[in-house]
């Protein structure tokens, strides 16, 4: 099979991770890089030092019959758009979070892949951080057996010094707390716990001169599919090193981020710390984007799913926007959404 081809929708931060991870992969290669900033993104493949087409226009990409995949990294209002039209075209997605803004995004998302099927992939990124690999292996070998309680917070002082603050501090492009980060925390739960049937939530502001146009901390607590309870925090103003606490107490064991205690440990007294790589830092730079592109190039190449596709990270996002119309309306929301 010939290199599987790849056209990146944006020049941010992120960007340049999929860069990167698309041109480590001796089974791909970037063809093209979308901005209406061309000769910033000339700037940014020469700083890589990669090879590549630039174009102003994103339907020249998804037109062109050389491109395969499209990654969408441009901002999240317009990703809806970008998805449907890519879809159409008949090119594989990847897809930055939040996958859209609001409902109604969403629901065009799906409706647009359920009538023209193309392999997909959301980057809830942290699905492929070797902790959680070890988390979610662990869960799978009933080391800790059914998860009745999941608490995962994220948080995260997302400021000025961060490029991304000059719009992630929105409503418009940012949207929430939940929306435009605490939804990796969401996304957790349900990889670790099952599926959310109703959720309560509340938020509140940090300190009164917030350049937040919405509450940057929000926190919800989650009924579970499988009659457990779950705790989300997401906090984007703070005083605290970045941390993205995974806490899962079983019916035969628990984990702290990367300690576990099992019953098939016998004799166990403490908990026990598997020395790997945890999420514990806010730099792209340190996520696994190269394992989630492998894995994407390899779902294309075999016609296999890979672990976060579109139809999964979707029920990740309606959970998110039903926390938002909890803290927004002050009651419960059930699950699934009705349309």
């Known amino acids: 099979m010939s290199k599987i081809r790849f056209a990146v929708a944006g020049t941010g931060w992120v960007a340049g991770e999929y860069l990167q991870a698309i041109a480590a992969n001796p089974d791909a290669e970037v063809y093209a890089i979308v901005s209406k900033h061309m000769e910033h993104a000339r700037a940014k493949l020469a700083e890589l030092g990669i090879d590549a087409l630039v174009m102003d226009q994103y339907e020249h990409a998804v037109r062109d019959s050389n491109v395969d995949a499209i ?19 008949g090119k594989h997605i990847v897809m930055e979070k939040p996958l859209a803004m609001n409902r109604e995004g969403l629901w065009r998302m799906a409706e647009a892949l359920a009538a023209h099927p193309v392999k997909t992939v959301a980057s809830f990124v942290l699905r492929w951080n070797p902790s959680f690999v070890n988390t979610k292996a662990l869960i799978d070998n009933d080391a800790i057996g059914r998860v009745f309680m999941a608490q995962i917070d994220y948080w995260h002082h997302v400021g000025p010094q961060y490029g991304q603050y000059r719009w992630s501090r929105t409503k418009e492009l940012g949207g929430s ?33 917030s350049d937040y146009e919405f509450d940057p901390n929000a926190i919800a607590i989650l009924k579970l599919a499988n009659g457990g309870i779950g705790k989300v925090s997401s906090s ?50 340190h996520h696994p984007f190269k394992e ?16 976060c596709d579109f139809q999964d990270a979707y029920k990740t996002m309606e959970v ?3 926390i938002d119309e909890s803290i927004a309306t002050g009651k419960s929301v059930k699950l699934p959404l009705s349309r």
């Open 320 to 322: 998110s926007f039903a």
């Open 236 to 285: 984007l103003e703070c005083k605290t090193p970045y941390k993205f606490n995974v806490h899962l107490l079983g019916e035969k064991g628990a984990v702290m981020n990367n300690q576990f205690y099992s019953h098939k440990l016998p004799g166990q007294t403490e908990y026990a710390t598997i020395p790997t790589i945890t999420p514990d830092s806010g730099d792209v730079s």
């Open 292 to 307: 989630e592109i492998n894995e994407f190039i390899q779902a294309i190449q075999n016609d296999t799913r890979t672990r």
């Open 71 to 89: 990654v969408l990294c441009s901002t999240p209002d317009i990703r809806p758009e970008y998805t449907v039209l890519a879809a159409e075209h």
């Open 177 to 209: 707390s939940i929306l435009s980060a605490g939804c990796h925390a969401v996304d957790a739960v349900r990889y670790f716990a099952g599926e959310v049937e109703e959720v309560t939530a509340y938020s509140c502001r940090t300190w009164a001169d």
